[in-house]
């Protein structure tokens, strides 16, 4: 079913793909102001269910690429990302009938806002990363068969490059990322435009519902003075993420974090409250890797998200500060993302990760009404 | 008056090349290699006098792009450079009629040579540097209005990156820089497309011409145990570059080099036969100034080519050695490039020099036949 997006429902879409981001994604507050300034000229946007999409319309997805630390202090002038998709467009001789997300988590939930909005076209209710990822070859698009290029790259001088690499999405991306770093360190894109068939076929469905439901989930439970981690765990489980697990509690200890060939990469420590457990991250753009006491907890391409103890407001990578309390849970990703042929483009193999991907769900155990915490009361 | 130009005259042309590459360029022997293994196919390349281009054709530049230190090392493919052309026709709607280009120093007086064999396109005897030059907004064409933009960057995967910055021809070159270190350190490219207008009053005439007659000029003399410098002198006196001077006679004593941002950078010193006097010089891929005790005998962009004494063959930066006997001469540019509007795009400020531009012919003595060096018999 199609519906409509306002400016009313910014701040809740935020909260969740922040959720969504893992720690990375870019800053979606960043991309709402860019959406409600958009939406106070434009109006608001028309939202497609995958569904309903004609097998004969033409979507052309657009983003935000960079690092997300240069990404929260270089914000796009706005109609960077309508420019790449109409260059992308002309190259290709055909009007897009519609844009979509190709990440739910973080900023690029917001852009294809901003071009729906200035361009009067509809989005697409799905994505090609069901999360954030931190390259472009990681989307499931490319995983089940849409190449990437040709792909536009567009910056703030109102300039663009077109890369065309055939079907190897991995020095579109390499590429891609080249030109992003001379632009700035950050550039809106618009790549793997693709037929409603396709979409169907290979976009996670319903992400940004996802990305809304999980921020009001949240909110929601703040005003009810419910716990926000269980109220998140019961909107989860009625979708195809379906399971979440409380991985830890406690304080940061420790970050390094430094932004190397345009990606923000490091580490994090945290201790629990007692002092008794450790857990380290890992993290290129998104966190990576989550491990208690030496023993992985969850794995890309799960979600492991980092909360504020008590709000759960989700808290991104560059957001780490030394004494944060934090809760950090663990997410399972749908099916779509968990086939081999996925896991060869966006598991832990691929971020240099030597250990295999488990699913959350079967490493983490499920603590139940406490949640295994020692953050809140019981 | 058009000719045809096939392998017999291609060492000549090399040799030619590699002096107006003024230390840089790229190994003209290297895409000597290729013009003969594109001949051996296709068969020997119509040269077009630039006065017999038709006002209404389109021509397409294509070169070469990258540090010639890596240059020397990834032989392109072949084809990169006409996938580039053939790339820029399709985004332009419109078919080249002749290539040319864009720099008749050092490798990049071959590669459009490869394109006209492979395409069967003539090449117009005419270029947009008149010597070599480290960067593509350096061309005489944009001097004269003639945007670079669209231009394509080709690699040997077969990817191309179209680059679009509008009127801004250095933000162009810095993108296409990035696109060519991604690609290994050296892409092949086509840009500044013109109509055959443009060429005559854009263009520095008859380059290719003048690189094949340099070359012969040294062959000859040394055929005929002529003084070869001397030769060149008067070879040159007849065409719009005119003035040769000897700047310095004596050994390499120490060269400085590095591969950084894409570009070869560095500083060499030499010191006379007699010990009594040192030249400096400083180089980005070209040499840009020649002191001699301190003294400015030549600067870019007039041309100042280190050669071999004996037998004045051109030495590269790259393969300046400790020890080596040179010869180091100063050529004139041809008035084109010494306007105003010329020396603000390749002036010595361009290359972060402090030294104004005084021509080669004002600042440096003529020595007449004992040519003021210490490195001949008089």
Redesign the interface.
């Known amino acids: 079913m199609s519906w409509t997006l306002g400016p009313e429902d910014l701040p809740d879409l935020a909260r969740g793909a922040a959720l969504l981001g893992t720690g990375g994604g870019g800053d979606p507050h960043v991309g709402r102001l860019m959406v409600q300034e958009a939406m106070r000229e434009h109006g608001p946007v028309a939202v497609l269910d995958p569904d309903e999409v004609d097998d004969d319309a033409f979507v052309i997805p657009t983003a935000m690429m960079g690092a997300p630390t240069v990404m929260v202090e270089k914000i796009p002038r706005g109609d960077e990302a309508v420019t790449a998709l109409r ?1 992308l467009e002309r ?1 290709l001789g055909r009007r897009a009938t519609a844009t979509m997300p190709i990440e739910c988590g973080g900023i690029n939930s917001m852009i294809p806002l901003v071009v729906a909005a200035r361009s009067g076209l509809p989005v697409v209710d799905a994505d090609g990363m069901g999360r954030a990822f931190p390259e472009l070859q990681m989307e499931t698009f490319g995983v089940y068969g849409v190449p990437g290029s040709p792909m536009v790259v567009s910056g703030d ?10 079907p ?1 999405n991995i ?2 991306e ?2 891609a ?3 992003t ?3 700035g360190g950050a550039a809106l894109i618009a790549e793997y435009a693709m037929s409603g068939a396709d979409v169907k076929r290979t976009a996670i469905p319903r992400t940004l519902s996802l990305g809304l439901s999980l921020g009001r989930a949240i909110r929601e439970a703040r005003e009810q003075l419910r716990d926000p981690v269980s109220a998140l765990a019961e909107a989860l489980s009625t979708t195809i993420y379906t399971h979440l697990r409380v991985l830890f509690a406690g304080k940061v200890a420790d970050v390094e974090r430094r932004t190397v060939d345009g990606f923000a990469r490091g580490r994090a420590r945290f201790t629990s409250f007692d002092g008794t457990s450790t857990l380290r991250t890992q993290f290129q753009n998104e966190t990576l890797i989550a491990e208690v006491d030496g023993e992985v907890a969850a794995i890309v391409p799960d979600l492991i998200c980092v909360l504020e103890a008590e709000s759960a407001e989700p808290i991104t990578t560059e957001g780490l500060r030394y004494g944060q309390r934090v809760v950090v849970v663990g997410i399972s990703t749908p099916p779509i993302m968990r086939t081999p042929e996925a896991l060869a483009v966006f598991g832990p193999a691929c971020f240099g990760l030597a250990e295999e991907f488990r699913p959350v769900e079967v490493v983490s155990e499920y603590h139940g009404s406490d949640r295994g915490t020692h953050s809140r009361p019981a």
Do not use: K, P, Y
């Open positions: 260059t190259l001088h109102g300039e663009t490059v077109t890369i065309d690499t055939g190897d020095r579109m390499w590429l990322r080249g030109a770093i001379r632009m």
